[in-house]
């Protein structure tokens, strides 16, 4: 491959202004978005050169600013502009597309957050899986963790957040006992989340997941709107650990991958076989939603 089109086909960001390729890209260090992780952000996915449910990921960005009172300097329709440049500029067809808003940096010698400018900024780069495809068609080895998420007494979950050391010590444990992957559970021992996902278990034609303490993905939401339509009885409630570890099928849900089984918990296999019957379904009609003009926003002219 030519040495500028591997470099174009890296990515492409959005920082103060102007495009760069990604491996250029680079925020001022005094952002608080970095130094307090005093941000929000969200990830919308492209596929075959579609976006999928942009709408959704606009408008849980918008509310996600409100929630920590930032101030895009661009509009709805700008920041969907550049969306669409960063990716047009990429030249990819399957991305990973992020948009950001942070705090930046309080007036020359004052830490008052209303002096802020607040910044905003967006990349896109190749499709990102968060299991492997040999980890899709085993399923992922999870690990129950004992760490608690932040609670949303402290930060509030439905806010997109990089508020993720939680996840971090999470993530490790989960290394150290040959798992790939952690759940991580509320003040009363209930799963909630992991790194980048939401988590359901399948029991019988029940499907139970979280109702709340957790960011409302735009993942979940789709399965939740296929379950209810194939017929599946839905609980979102709390879901404790035995009864995780007890399901006849588990998945964890994100936009990066969608819909991805869980083959062990805590290196006890989940269910008799991976992908389970209702998972599989899910993920056919998933992708199948990639395809409909309802879900799917092209990015390229
Ligand atoms: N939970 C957390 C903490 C996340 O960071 C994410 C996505 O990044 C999700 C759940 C899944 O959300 P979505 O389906 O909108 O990608």
Not at 67 to 91: A, F, H, T
Request: aromatic content about 10%.
């Amino acid at each position: 491959m030519p040495q500028n089109q591997a470099k174009t086909h890296a990515g492409t960001a959005f920082i103060e202004g102007r495009y760069l390729p990604i491996a250029e890209a680079a925020i001022p260090i005094e952002d608080w978005g970095f130094l307090h992780s005093d941000a929000t952000y969200d990830v919308v996915h492209l596929w075959n050169g579609h976006f999928f449910r942009l709408e959704e990921h606009l408008t849980r960005f918008q509310e996600s600013m409100k929630g920590l009172r930032l101030n895009c300097p661009y509009s709805r329709e700008q920041i969907g502009d550049i969306l669409k440049e960063c990716v047009q500029r990429s030249g990819l067809k399957d991305a990973y597309v992020e948009m950001i808003c942070t705090r930046g940096q309080p007036a020359p010698g004052s830490r008052d957050l209303r002096t802020c400018r607040n910044r905003f900024y967006a990349f896109a780069v190749p499709f990102i899986w968060l299991a492997n495809e040999e980890q899709r068609s085993r399923g992922l080895h999870l690990s129950i963790s004992e760490t608690e998420r932040i609670s949303p007494k402290a930060v509030n979950p439905v806010i997109k957040n990089y508020h993720w050391l939680d996840f971090v010590r999470g993530l490790f444990d989960a290394y150290d006992r040959g798992a790939e992957t952690a759940v991580l559970v509320d003040g009363s021992g209930n799963v909630i989340e992991g790194p980048g996902f939401n988590i359901f278990a399948v029991h019988g034609n029940r499907l139970t997941t979280p109702a709340s303490g957790m960011l409302e993905g735009i993942t979940r939401r789709t399965v939740l709107e296929l379950a209810a339509e194939s017929g599946l009885e839905i609980s979102e409630t709390a879901l404790p650990t035995d009864r995780l570890r007890q399901a006849d099928e588990a998945f964890i849900s994100s936009t990066a991958g969608g819909i991805m089984p869980i083959g062990t918990v805590d290196t006890r296999p989940v269910g008799q076989q991976v992908p389970g019957r209702i998972t599989q379904n899910l993920m056919n009609a998933y992708w199948a939603l990639h395809d409909d003009p309802n879900f799917a926003t092209p990015a390229y002219d």
